[in-house]
Nanobody
Framework: EVQLVESGGGLVQAGESLRLACTVS????????FAWFRRAPGKEREGVSF????????YYTESVKGRFAISRDNAKDTVYLQMNGLKPEDTAIYYC??????????????????WGQGTQVTVSS
């Protein structure tokens, strides 16, 4: 059974940090690229960050550059998203997603094969 389990969300104040983790099972972790998406209230789901299978490609959406950092630990089958300097506009449900072949547009959610259930991040001002 394929599972992607996110953890690490919560309620923080602006300027604080959180680290999200996504632990997977049921498929071969190192064969997949991963991304974090988020959906804020009343907004479309957006890609936040992407990491390829061997870390050779890492991308961020513009609004989180310099504040967020994605990483993966192939030994632990886990992907992380370190979020620093959180802002109220970062409030959203964050989802982990895995893609065997994401193509040229990592932000295209249709290219992802597996999704986690999401974890809530709330940033108060």
């Amino acid at each position: 059974e394929v599972q992607l389990v996110e953890s690490g969300g919560g309620l923080v104040q602006a300027g604080e940090s959180l680290r999200l983790a996504c632990t997977v099972s049921g498929f071969t972790f190192h064969d997949y690229a991963f991304a974090w998406f988020r959906r804020a209230p009343g907004k479309e789901r957006e890609g936040v960050s992407f990491i390829s299978t061997s870390d050779e490609s890492i991308y961020y959406t513009e609004s989180v550059k310099g504040r967020f950092a994605i990483s993966r630990d192939n030994a632990k089958d886990t992907v992380y998203l370190q979020m620093n300097g959180l802002k109220p506009e970062d409030t959203a449900i964050y989802y982990c997603a895995a893609a065997f072949a994401v193509g040229n547009n990592w932000e295209n959610s249709l290219r992802y094969d597996y999704w986690g259930q999401g974890t809530q991040v709330t940033v108060s001002s």
